[in-house]
């Protein structure tokens, strides 16, 4: 189990807080319309019963892929990170100059991204092409909307 999914504690705490919820309130939810499913006659015509017992396979998935997440999960010491250059966890505010727009962005491991929020996840084009450089330096993407010049304005946490 060498591949370590990075978090930050709050990452780590969503996580485990869905975990939770998965397990004591939506498994006994799907158990119990398995079971009302049941109790309503002959098993093979009964698309109810189906219907469970399709809610449960992916509830378990669901709880299966979590639990491997949290098993690989490391918790990052953001008072170590070295901001002298672009890493995992550190917040970039960035000038986009092909779209003439600046930007910012918290990168952060897939399984905490979010847009919206800000968090952009370290494994797509943009925050790979940032890994290890320095503020002032302007570096060329490949995205699937084209060739995006970016020049780092200011690394954070």
Do not use: W
């Not at 006994?28 to 396979?57: F, H, W």
């Amino acid at each position: 189990m060498a591949d370590y999914i990075y978090l930050t504690p709050e990452g780590l705490a969503k996580l485990e807080n869905e975990l939770t919820k998965l397990k004591s309130v939506e498994r006994p939810a799907v158990i119990q319309a398995i079971a009302e499913a049941r109790d309503k006659g002959d098993l093979s015509e009964n698309a109810e019963y189906d219907a469970a017992k399709e809610a449960q396979v992916f509830l378990e998935n669901q709880i299966a892929k979590l639990e491997q997440t949290l098993a690989k999960a490391r918790v990052l010491d953001t008072s170590k990170l070295d901001l002298s250059k672009v890493q995992l966890h550190c917040k970039v505010k960035l000038m986009n100059h092909t779209m003439k727009k600046e930007m910012e962005f918290k990168l952060v491991s897939q399984s905490e991204a979010d847009l919206r929020e800000g968090k952009l996840a370290v494994e797509t084009p943009i925050a790979k092409a940032l890994l290890g450089h320095k503020v002032g330096e302007t570096i060329e993407v490949q995205v699937p909307s084209g060739l995006q010049k970016i020049e780092i304005l200011e690394i954070g946490l």
